[in-house]
């Protein structure tokens, strides 16, 4: 599965941002989708995942009430809407899918997923 992540950039903190991550020719309705994050010399860490039916939403502490991820089956896509960014939001961020045989899982731990976008950078500036 390719899995090619769009929308980053550049933006004042404070401000919005909506992250894509499609599939193209592919469907995504067996997999458990994922958000993860690398700011420069940092480990990738865990930012937002949701299950195969959508029923099930995770956040880490850091962006729960400010991030929500959706995701839209019949276009292969995952979104996360990024809002009140703030300057520790800057880093590379990656979509992923985790092949799942469960409706309502989700998954947090970077082991649990199968298939990786290539990043998209997102800067917050002050």
């Known amino acids: 599965v390719q899995l090619q992540a769009s929308g980053g950039g550049l933006v004042q903190a404070g401000g919005s941002m909506r992250l894509s991550c499609a599939a193209p020719?592919?469907?995504?309705?067996?997999?458990?989708m994922g958000w993860f994050r690398q700011a420069p010399g940092k480990e990738r860490n865990f930012v937002a995942a949701?299950?195969?039916?959508?029923?099930?939403?995770y956040y880490s502490d850091s962006v729960k009430g400010r991030f929500t991820i959706s995701r839209d089956n019949a276009k292969n896509t995952v979104y996360l809407q990024m809002n009140s960014l703030n300057i520790e939001d800057t880093a590379v961020y990656y979509c992923?899918?985790?092949?799942?045989?469960?409706?309502?899982?989700?998954?947090?731990?970077?082991?649990?997923?199968?298939?990786w976008g290539q990043g998209t950078q997102v800067t917050v500036s002050s």
């Open positions: 992923a899918a985790a092949y799942s045989g469960y409706d309502s899982r989700v998954y947090t731990e970077f082991v649990d997923y199968n298939y």
């Open positions: 020719g592919r469907t995504l309705t067996s997999y458990a």
């Open positions: 949701i299950s195969r039916n959508a029923g099930s939403l």
